[in-house]
């Protein structure tokens, strides 16, 4: 997988939120990371993606699962959706409600949330 670009290199940010976009991707399919080009000097994110993840099912709404994971609102920047994507994939998060998840969803669509 790449990160292509036209002009201006994209920000750390957005560099950050693509590998960690990728190692959720990677991990639900099974695949290994062997490489990641350039280098990160902080290598992927490593929080405690399930304990975020169990905490955000008790939230009310996704403004409250987007505080949790430290996202602010408004539309989700490469790094926001990497992490409610990473959020997402966690056991714990099976068990929020329907309508949670369909906020979620929403939000990494870039829908508006029902």
């Given at each position: ?35 990641l080009m350039p280098d990160s000097p902080d290598g992927l994110p490593v929080d405690d993606w399930a304990g975020l993840a169990a905490r955000a099912v008790q939230g009310a709404n996704l403004a ?51």
């Amino acid at each position: 997988m790449a990160l292509l670009f036209q002009g201006q290199p994209p920000t750390e940010e957005t560099i950050a939120g693509c590998r960690l976009q990728i190692a959720v991707a990677a991990a639900v399919a099974r695949l290994p990371l062997v490489e990641l080009m350039p280098d990160s000097p902080d290598g992927l994110p490593v929080d405690d993606w399930a304990g975020l993840a169990a905490r955000a099912v008790q939230g009310a709404n996704l403004a409250e699962v987007l505080t949790g994971l430290g996202v602010t609102a408004g539309p989700p920047s490469e790094l926001a959706r990497g992490r409610v994507l990473a959020m997402r994939h966690q056991p714990a998060w099976a068990t929020a409600p329907p309508h949670l998840r369909r906020q979620v969803d929403s939000y990494l669509l870039g829908m508006a949330p029902d």
